[in-house]
């Protein structure tokens, strides 16, 4: 879908005006559930992990990185929203300090490649040069 401005909120003839073409029409299903217990009857062409890796346990990241391989279909991508990039120990409890070899070294075993990584754009102000975004395209 090609990006445009959205019509200014609440101008219903400019909204109107505005359509988008039949190929952006899909179908968006969010799911509520265990992550690692969720079967899945599909593939996707994308994932957004925001801040979900820091969250869970370090020791159920590959059982995070096998389900994300299982999820996205090969030639798509998942985004990452890495925190806190921050080089400490572990307190003990989320969110668990991450480093971008804790991503590369799970998904490398799994095809994903790194294709792109930058500071965040935009972050929480506590958050601020502690967040990294990451593109990893899974292989064919």
């Not at 899945?40 to 590959?62: L, S, V, W």
């Not at 030639?75 to 921050?86: D, H, K, R, T």
């Amino acid at each position: 879908c090609p990006v445009r401005p959205a019509p200014p909120r609440g101008d219903i003839e400019a909204a109107a005006a505005h359509p988008r073409p039949k190929d952006c029409y899909r179908r968006i299903e969010l799911r509520l559930g265990d992550f690692f217990a969720q079967e899945h009857t599909q593939q996707y062409d994308a994932m957004f992990d925001y801040t979900f890796f820091c969250a869970i346990e370090p020791e159920k990241r590959d059982a995070w990185a096998a389900q994300v391989a299982a999820l996205i279909r090969p030639g798509s991508v998942l985004i990452a929203v890495c925190f806190p990039m921050i080089d400490a120990k572990s307190r003990g409890y989320p969110p668990y300090p991450v480093t971008l070899a804790d991503y590369e070294n799970r998904l490398s075993k799994h095809k994903f490649t790194l294709e792109h990584l930058d500071k965040a754009p935009r972050s929480h102000p506590t958050r601020i040069g502690k967040e990294m975004v990451a593109v990893f395209r899974r292989m064919i």
